[in-house]
Structures are given as C-alpha cells and as structure tokens.
C-alpha cells in the first residue's frame, strides 16, 4: 500500500523567494512519484514526475525535486517564485506497477506575496 | 498534447435526480480511467477504476450503486451520481491512462456537481 504526506497545507512565500514544498512517503514497492499543480477549479496540471534513474527530475516552470529514498521524501523546489506559481499543490505515489492508480497527498497551497 | 474532456463542466442538480458526468479522450484510447473526488480545500479520493469492457473497480467505502460507472468504449467513461443528494456536491475529476503508446496519465479539467 502507498500513502503521501505533505507537510504544511500552507506555505506562504514572498515573490522571488525560494519555494520549498514537502512531501514524504510510504510505498511497500518502489515508488513512482509526482507533484501536480491545480489552479481554481481546474483539473490537475502534472508539474514532474519520478520513475527511474536520476533522482534529481526536472519540471516545468522551473521547478525540481529530488527522490531520496533514504528519507522517503521527494520535496518539491523552485529557486525563484513568481506570482503565478500561486496554487494548489499535490504529491502523488504509484506502485511501480504503473497502473496510473495514484495516491494524493492532502495538498499544499501556495502563497506568493508581492 | 494529449487532452481529456470532462463535460459538463458545472451542474446543479434537485436533490433526488440523476447525474451523468463524462470523461472523454479525445486523441488517445484509454482502456483505463480513474475517478476521483474532492471536496473543497481537500485532496483527491480515488473513487474507482474504470475498466473498458468490464465492471468498474470500486475504493473500500464508495457506494457503487451510488455512483455508477460505464466504460463502454476506448474513449469514454462515465459516471452516475444516481438519486444524487446535497451531501454528492463535490468536484469530480477523472484521469485517463494512454492505453497503446506511452502509457502516460492525463487529468481532465474536473466537473463540479451542486445538488440543491
């Protein structure tokens, strides 16, 4: 069974500032990962996702995360935050089964002040 | 890029009445799709499975007389809030899996149901 947590359910930012969302997990088979970003009543926009290999995963809109398997985290980073990365933000687990059954975590919601 | 429609996008509903949301492929055949629900401020629930061609596979806890789910063709999935209630309002996203190619996942834009 696969299960997600993300630590703070807000985080608040100034514009600029380094974006650091967490997510830590729990997977009884090796784990694919994602982080989505929803925007008011949308659907989810996948911003990156782990499966294999390099464990540093590049995605849109300049942000990162890192799969360490030693900690069971797989945070969530942008050096820079723009206004426009205000949303909703969730970390996703699979089983390596790659069924496309994921794991939501409870979200975080970012917020980047001027 | 590949596109998943959910339609409608918004209903409002009398309570007792049925509902049928659609989840639809548009450039790829998915012989899978998920449901999911949220609630506001709240993550997503995964609902069940829709199997192409078989009976949906339901979460622990989600009625499936409920909310039924048809998968009737490579492209399309879905689902009924049958004799729907205020406590059904919620937002209903789907999700369809690439069947052919890539196996890649793709989210629709997600239904938002009121039932008054």
């Known amino acids: 069974a696969q299960s997600v947590t993300q630590l703070g359910s807000h985080v608040s930012v100034s514009e600029g500032a380094l974006v650091l969302l967490r997510c830590n997990y729990s997977?009884?088979?090796?784990?694919?990962l994602f982080w989505y970003v929803q925007y008011p009543n949308q659907g989810l926009q996948l911003l990156l996702k782990?499966?294999?290999?390099?464990?540093l995963v590049k995605g849109i809109n300049g942000f990162e995360a890192e799969f360490k398997k030693s900690e069971t985290s797989f945070h969530l980073t942008k050096p820079s935050a723009h206004m426009s990365d205000a949303a909703e933000y969730f970390c996703?687990?699979?089983?390596?089964?790659?069924?496309?059954?994921?794991?939501f975590g409870q979200g975080t919601t970012l917020q980047v002040k001027p | 890029g590949a596109v998943v429609s959910q339609h409608p996008s918004r209903v409002i509903c009398k309570s007792g009445t049925s509902v049928k949301i659609e989840c639809r492929s548009l450039?790829?055949?998915?012989?899978?799709m998920f449901w999911y629900r949220q609630f506001p401020k709240q993550s997503l629930m995964l609902m069940a499975t829709?199997?192409?061609?078989?009976?949906?596979?339901?979460e622990q806890g989600v009625e499936k007389d409920k909310f039924l789910i048809n998968h009737a063709s490579l492209t399309l999935s879905t689902l009924t809030v049958t004799s729907a209630h205020p406590e059904d309002s919620s937002f209903y996203i789907c999700?369809?899996?690439?069947?052919?190619?890539?196996?890649?996942?793709?989210f629709g834009e997600g239904s938002r149901l009121t039932v008054l």
């Open positions: 997977s009884s088979v090796p784990p694919y």
């Open positions: 996703a687990v699979e089983g390596s089964s790659n069924t496309g059954k994921l794991i």
């Open positions: 829709s199997n192409e061609g078989s009976k949906a596979t339901y």
């Open positions: 450039d790829f055949q998915a012989t899978t």
């Open positions: 782990y499966t294999t290999g390099a464990t």
């Open positions: 999700s369809a899996k690439e069947s052919v190619n890539t196996g890649e996942l793709f």
